[in-house]
Protein backbone atom coordinates (compact mmCIF):
# COMPACT_ATOMS: atom_id res chain seq x y z
CA UNK A 1 0.00 0.00 0.00
CA UNK A 2 1.21 3.34 -1.01
CA UNK A 3 1.43 5.42 2.28
CA UNK A 4 0.87 8.96 2.69
CA UNK A 5 3.44 11.94 2.81
CA UNK A 6 4.24 12.38 6.32
CA UNK A 7 6.61 15.83 5.91
CA UNK A 8 3.60 17.73 4.42
CA UNK A 9 3.48 21.59 6.27
CA UNK A 10 1.13 22.37 9.36
CA UNK A 11 -1.53 24.66 8.72
CA UNK A 12 0.32 27.49 10.79
CA UNK A 13 3.92 26.64 8.38
CA UNK A 14 2.05 27.15 5.57
CA UNK A 15 0.21 30.49 6.18
CA UNK A 16 3.73 31.43 7.15
CA UNK A 17 5.40 30.53 4.15
CA UNK A 18 2.28 32.56 2.34
CA UNK A 19 2.63 35.64 4.52
CA UNK A 20 6.79 35.10 3.37
CA UNK A 21 5.88 34.92 -0.67
CA UNK A 22 3.96 38.22 0.15
CA UNK A 23 7.11 39.52 1.61
CA UNK A 24 8.33 39.25 -1.74
CA UNK A 25 6.61 42.02 -2.79
CA UNK A 26 8.11 44.67 -0.44
CA UNK A 27 10.38 47.02 -2.39
CA UNK A 28 11.37 48.10 0.88
CA UNK A 29 15.69 47.67 0.64
CA UNK A 30 16.20 46.68 4.39
CA UNK A 31 12.87 44.73 5.68
CA UNK A 32 10.76 42.68 3.80
CA UNK A 33 7.66 41.71 5.78
CA UNK A 34 4.83 39.95 4.85
CA UNK A 35 1.32 39.15 6.60
CA UNK A 36 -1.22 36.65 5.93
CA UNK A 37 -4.71 36.65 7.49
CA UNK A 38 -6.78 33.68 7.88
CA UNK A 39 -10.23 32.37 9.10
CA UNK A 40 -11.13 29.89 11.34
CA UNK A 41 -11.71 27.13 8.57
CA UNK A 42 -8.22 27.81 7.13
CA UNK A 43 -9.21 30.43 4.59
CA UNK A 44 -7.44 33.24 3.32
CA UNK A 45 -9.05 36.36 4.19
CA UNK A 46 -6.36 38.91 3.23
CA UNK A 47 -2.35 39.30 2.87
CA UNK A 48 -0.48 42.93 2.54
CA UNK A 49 3.40 43.71 2.67
CA UNK A 50 5.17 46.86 3.76
CA UNK A 51 4.74 49.58 1.37
CA UNK A 52 4.04 53.29 0.73
CA UNK A 53 0.35 54.40 0.43
CA UNK A 54 -1.65 54.03 -2.45
CA UNK A 55 -0.31 56.82 -4.75
CA UNK A 56 2.88 57.80 -2.99
CA UNK A 57 5.62 56.32 -5.35
CA UNK A 58 8.17 53.86 -4.52
CA UNK A 59 10.39 56.52 -6.74
CA UNK A 60 9.58 59.20 -4.97
CA UNK A 61 8.93 58.69 -1.50
CA UNK A 62 12.60 57.48 0.60
CA UNK A 63 13.42 54.30 1.96
CA UNK A 64 16.14 55.55 3.94
CA UNK A 65 16.12 54.69 7.63
CA UNK A 66 18.29 57.46 9.19
CA UNK A 67 18.22 61.52 8.61
CA UNK A 68 15.07 64.03 9.79
CA UNK A 69 11.66 62.60 9.52
CA UNK A 70 10.29 63.48 6.20
CA UNK A 71 13.79 61.76 4.76
CA UNK A 72 13.16 58.20 6.07
CA UNK A 73 10.70 55.76 5.61
CA UNK A 74 9.00 55.91 9.12
CA UNK A 75 6.89 58.71 8.08
CA UNK A 76 5.48 56.70 5.25
CA UNK A 77 5.23 53.33 5.27
CA UNK A 78 2.61 51.13 5.72
CA UNK A 79 3.23 47.75 7.66
CA UNK A 80 2.07 44.50 6.64
CA UNK A 81 -0.30 43.68 9.00
CA UNK A 82 -1.82 47.34 9.09
CA UNK A 83 -1.96 46.72 4.56
CA UNK A 84 -3.33 43.35 5.77
CA UNK A 85 -5.81 44.51 7.44
CA UNK A 86 -7.12 47.24 5.55
CA UNK A 87 -6.42 45.34 2.17
CA UNK A 88 -9.43 42.88 3.51
CA UNK A 89 -12.93 42.45 1.76
CA UNK A 90 -14.24 40.85 4.46
CA UNK A 91 -14.20 41.13 7.98
CA UNK A 92 -11.01 39.85 9.99
CA UNK A 93 -13.29 39.38 13.50
CA UNK A 94 -11.97 36.17 14.92
CA UNK A 95 -9.08 35.51 12.18
CA UNK A 96 -5.64 34.47 12.81
CA UNK A 97 -2.50 37.19 11.35
CA UNK A 98 0.88 35.39 9.91
CA UNK A 99 3.36 37.89 10.21
CA UNK A 100 7.31 36.78 10.09
CA UNK A 101 7.86 39.54 12.69
CA UNK A 102 6.48 40.26 15.99
CA UNK A 103 4.40 43.15 15.27
CA UNK A 104 4.94 46.81 16.13
CA UNK A 105 2.52 48.79 18.61
CA UNK A 106 1.12 50.42 16.26
CA UNK A 107 0.06 47.59 14.35
CA UNK A 108 -1.00 45.85 17.40
CA UNK A 109 -3.92 48.57 17.91
CA UNK A 110 -4.96 47.83 14.32
CA UNK A 111 -5.15 44.03 15.18
CA UNK A 112 -6.59 44.68 18.52
CA UNK A 113 -9.62 46.76 17.40
CA UNK A 114 -10.20 45.14 13.76
CA UNK A 115 -10.66 41.29 15.89
CA UNK A 116 -8.36 39.70 14.98
CA UNK A 117 -7.38 37.07 17.75
CA UNK A 118 -4.51 35.22 17.29
CA UNK A 119 -0.89 36.01 15.67
CA UNK A 120 1.69 33.69 14.77
CA UNK A 121 5.25 35.04 14.10
CA UNK A 122 8.65 33.86 13.66
CA UNK A 123 11.12 36.36 14.70
CA UNK A 124 10.87 38.94 17.82
CA UNK A 125 14.38 40.44 17.33
CA UNK A 126 12.72 43.53 18.79
CA UNK A 127 12.28 41.93 22.61
CA UNK A 128 12.53 44.43 24.68
CA UNK A 129 12.38 47.40 22.93
CA UNK A 130 10.01 49.79 24.47
CA UNK A 131 7.46 49.54 21.11
CA UNK A 132 7.61 45.94 21.45
CA UNK A 133 6.67 46.06 25.35
CA UNK A 134 3.92 48.06 24.55
CA UNK A 135 2.65 45.63 21.94
CA UNK A 136 3.05 43.10 23.89
CA UNK A 137 1.09 44.94 26.82
CA UNK A 138 -1.90 45.57 24.59
CA UNK A 139 -1.86 42.45 22.92
CA UNK A 140 -2.25 40.44 26.45
CA UNK A 141 -4.69 42.50 28.01
CA UNK A 142 -6.78 42.45 25.13
CA UNK A 143 -6.44 38.50 25.37
CA UNK A 144 -4.85 38.01 21.92
CA UNK A 145 -3.00 34.93 21.83
CA UNK A 146 0.64 35.13 20.92
CA UNK A 147 2.09 31.99 19.04
CA UNK A 148 5.91 31.91 17.42
CA UNK A 149 6.17 28.88 15.32
CA UNK A 150 8.23 26.12 16.14
CA UNK A 151 10.07 25.84 13.17
CA UNK A 152 11.01 28.88 10.36
CA UNK A 153 9.72 28.70 6.96
CA UNK A 154 12.10 29.57 4.37
CA UNK A 155 11.31 29.95 0.83
CA UNK A 156 12.99 30.01 -2.45
CA UNK A 157 11.60 31.80 -5.28
CA UNK A 158 13.23 31.71 -8.51
CA UNK A 159 12.00 33.60 -11.89
CA UNK A 160 12.87 31.48 -15.42
CA UNK A 161 11.94 31.88 -18.79
CA UNK A 162 9.14 30.56 -19.54
CA UNK A 163 10.37 27.91 -22.47
CA UNK A 164 6.78 28.01 -23.85
CA UNK A 165 6.89 31.65 -24.49
CA UNK A 166 8.20 31.79 -28.00
CA UNK A 167 11.29 34.02 -29.00
CA UNK A 168 11.07 37.06 -30.43
ZN1 LIG B 1 3.78 47.62 12.56
Given at each position: ?11 D??F?GL ?5 R ?10 A?I???NH???S ?11 DD???W ?9 K?AY ?6 N?IL?S ?6 C??Y ?5 C ?41 L???EN ?8 T????T???
Amino acid sequence: MTTKREDVLNWDEYFMGLAHLSARRSKDPNTAVGAAIVDENHRVVSVGYNGFPKGCSDDEFPWAREGGTLDTKYAYVVHAELNAILNSKWPVTGCTIYVSLFPCNECAKAIIQSGIRRIVYESDKYNGVDTNIASKRMLRAAGVELCRLENTIHLEVTKTKNPETKAE
